[in-house]
């Protein structure tokens, strides 16, 4: 069973910034496709950013030029660092792992997920 476990969300104040982790419990990480997603309160879960086995990465257009995504394949691990925070980004934060060469959009293409972690952001 492959586990994910984020750290780093907090509460921060709009154009603040927050770096998320994510540890992945796999010798293989870099054979998943790797997303970060949000959701909050009242809403569906979303797609932020992912990145693709090859290193390639996609964004959602509300976090583009703002929020970016890198990996440490030595250390398992996925890191979203966000600039620039407004309300509107405050969520919890999930990363997923998805046994696909690019980082699906939908929720549901995930295999495997953390347990989240809660970002503020006051205006």
């Known amino acids: 069973q492959v586990q994910l476990v984020e750290s780093g969300g907090g509460l921060v104040q709009a154009g603040g910034s927050l770096r998320l982790s994510c540890v992945v419990s796999?010798?293989?990480?870099?054979?998943?496709?790797m997303g970060w997603f949000r959701q909050a309160p009242g809403k569906e879960r979303e797609f932020v950013l992912g990145?693709?086995?090859?290193?390639?990465?996609s964004y959602a257009d509300s976090v583009k030029d703002r929020f970016t995504i890198s990996r440490d394949i030595a250390k398992s691990t996925v890191n979203l660092q966000m600039d620039s925070l407004k309300p509107e980004d405050t969520a919890v934060y999930y990363c997923?792992?998805?046994?696909?060469?690019?980082?699906?959009?939908?929720?549901?293409?995930?295999?495997?997920w953390g347990q989240g972690t809660q970002v503020t952001v006051s205006s």
């Open positions: 997923a792992a998805a046994r696909t060469r690019q980082p699906p959009r939908s929720p549901e293409a995930y295999d495997y």
């Open positions: 796999e010798r293989t990480f870099s054979s998943y496709a």
């Open positions: 990145i693709s086995r090859g290193g390639s990465t």
